[in-house]
């Protein structure tokens, strides 16, 4: 059997790829300045990795935070066509730290990757005095040459993170990002990955990408907003996006999925003009075990970032089936 060794990387943009004018600086840069192509360029040691051709593509090239449904778009059905393609190993995604866990979340729920696709960020610029983003690049192609590796992978800081858990715990420090209480799913070590015992990746499950290529153009999307339940909460953003026609609303609630009243008198009435609401909880840690007669549906555990990337593809999913009976 031929094994395939090829590596695609799509670059995103993010601080990884960010540059500053003040020599040295860690703060203050502009994400999304320098090229895919000169990130692998600056890592001679990549091409003693897996002894596999490496493929750049640039997907976008921003500061995460402006991350938009139409990029997810085209980076899902890329993902999709190069999976497919038998001579590809797995992909690595240069991506801003901000929002990577939504990416990786969309990303598996659409792919459901049999191949590894591995999301490599960094937390100083491209022309820091100690930049970290060269080490994770190179361990995330690492990665995606691991037989054992496959799924949405996050790889940071000598970690490996499942898309599920991860999620972005710090502004400054280099390990910016946390699985939480079930910890990481492994570590890479001086070139070498080693699985946390009981953690290597789910079986694979997908090659084809099939609903990243049915997905609808972005512009058809639902729209799902995220509200928040905090002291002193009213109703006046639900009724505000009920009124603009939003879709979805997932809720950030305090502790064991509880809402404010005040806000959950609007949640009700939104869900009587037909809009679907989903709870997550605000905890960063553990999973809310919401009463039996709960007034709406918990998100399972996802955090609220995650848990509207889930809910917005179910009403894109329920669109879809509408359609089909019709
Ligand atoms: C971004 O998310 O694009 C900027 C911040 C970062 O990558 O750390």
């Known amino acids: 059997m031929v094994v395939a060794k090829k590596i695609v990387l799509l670059g995103t943009g993010g601080t990884i790829a960010g540059t500053s004018s003040v020599a040295g600086a860690n703060t203050g840069y502009t994400a999304g300045q320098i090229g895919v192509d000169q990130l692998i360029a600056a890592i001679p040691q990549l091409k003693d990795v897996g002894a596999g051709e490496l493929v750049a593509e640039q997907i976008a090239q921003i500061d995460s935070k402006d991350m938009t ?19 590809v190993r797995g992909i690595v995604i240069t991506h801003g ?11 598996q729920q659409v792919l459901h990757p049999a191949k590894p696709i591995v999301l490599c960020s960094a937390m100083r610029p491209a022309t820091a005095l100690a930049p970290d983003g060269p080490q994770n690049l190179l361990d995330s192609v690492i990665v995606a040459h691991e037989p054992t ?67 609808p ?18 109703g006046a953003v639900v009724r505000a996006l009920v009124a603009q026609g939003v879709d979805g609303i997932v ?21 009587k003009a ?11 840690l553990g999973r809310p075990l919401p009463a039996a007669d709960a007034r709406w549906p ?17 009403l894109i999913d329920g669109d879809r089936q509408e359609q089909v009976e019709d």
């Open 69 to 87: 449904h139409s990029i997810w778009l085209r980076l899902a059905r890329r993902c999709a066509q190069y999976m497919a393609d038998p001579d």
């Open 97 to 107: 730290t901000d929002t990577l866990e939504e990416t990786a979340w969309f990303l």
């Open 149 to 215: 590796a496959s799924g949405v992978l996050c790889v940071a800081a000598g970690e490996i993170h499942g898309a599920r858990e991860v999620s972005k715990v710090h502004p400054l420090r280099l390990h910016a990002f946390s699985s939480g209480e079930v910890g990481p799913m492994g570590w890479v070590e001086d070139g070498r990955v080693r699985w946390a015992r009981d953690r290597v990746p789910l079986a694979p499950v997908d090659t084809t990408g099939a609903l990243a290529r049915t997905l």
């Open 217 to 234: 153009e972005s512009d058809e999307w639902p729209e799902v907003e995220i509200v928040v339940s905090h002291a002193g909460a009213g």
């Open 251 to 271: 809720v950030a609630a305090t502790g064991n999925a509880s809402v404010h009243d005040a806000l959950g008198e609007a949640l009700d009435e939104a869900v």
């Open 274 to 284: 037909d809009v679907v609401v989903r709870i997550a909880s605000r905890c960063p």
């Open 298 to 314: 918990d998100a399972g555990g996802l955090n609220p970032m995650k848990a509207r990337v889930s809910l917005l593809l179910d």
